[in-house]
């Protein structure tokens, strides 16, 4: 069997990173076959990646990015992740847990940066030759909560630091395309303790793991 794609999406703070290291504990543990089962992200989940990811989200040397150089960057790396990480793990029958994808340009360079989405859908389709996630878990958190809790973190990064207006219509694009995909895109409120998330995006899966066949080979 084919591997899976399942992905992580969201405003800053939403506790992304923290519930696919727990939803990784819990697949290892759990009574679902699964053989291979790797974590990644995007921007930076190859070597060309993490050099991305250091231009687009470091300080830099303080030079302007500009809006449609951040898209064509977060291309590239969509492009290099797909091609050399995330097909060949997929065509093994590999689990893969992606932080970030192709929504998350839709929602901050999109619905962000104002770039035409019919431009970012076609860019999306060259970076991953079609491949799109089997599920996508957004993890929606009010903005202001989700920003607070990166700012108690210290540190932030380029976009973190882009004023409120800019993450509230990035929540709004996350909001339409998980009204306009909801077979693909599962909402769950991220406002609640990191525990009730977890259990519920566990119950999701299994459902999902249990339909695409994996409790079958297990008993076959
Ligand atoms: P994170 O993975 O630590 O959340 O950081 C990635 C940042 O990059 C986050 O602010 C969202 C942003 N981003 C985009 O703006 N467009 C994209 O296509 C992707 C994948 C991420």
Redesign the pocket.
Known sequence: MDGKLIVFEGV?GGG??TQMQRLIHWLQASCFPIASLVAT????GTELGKGL?RL??GQGSGELVSDRA?LLM?AA??TQHVETFLKPQLALGTMVLC????D??I???GY?RGLNLDLIEQLNEIATGGLQSDLTFWLDINVEVGLARVRARGKR?R??QADVEFHRRVQQGFAELARQNPDRIIRINADRTEDEVAQEIQAILSRSLAAWGYLKSFES
């Open positions: 800053e992304k990173t992200r995007e921007p930076g990811r687009l989200l951040e977060y790396d969509r932080d970030r994808y192709t998350s340009t929602a901050y360079q962000g990064d976009i973190e």
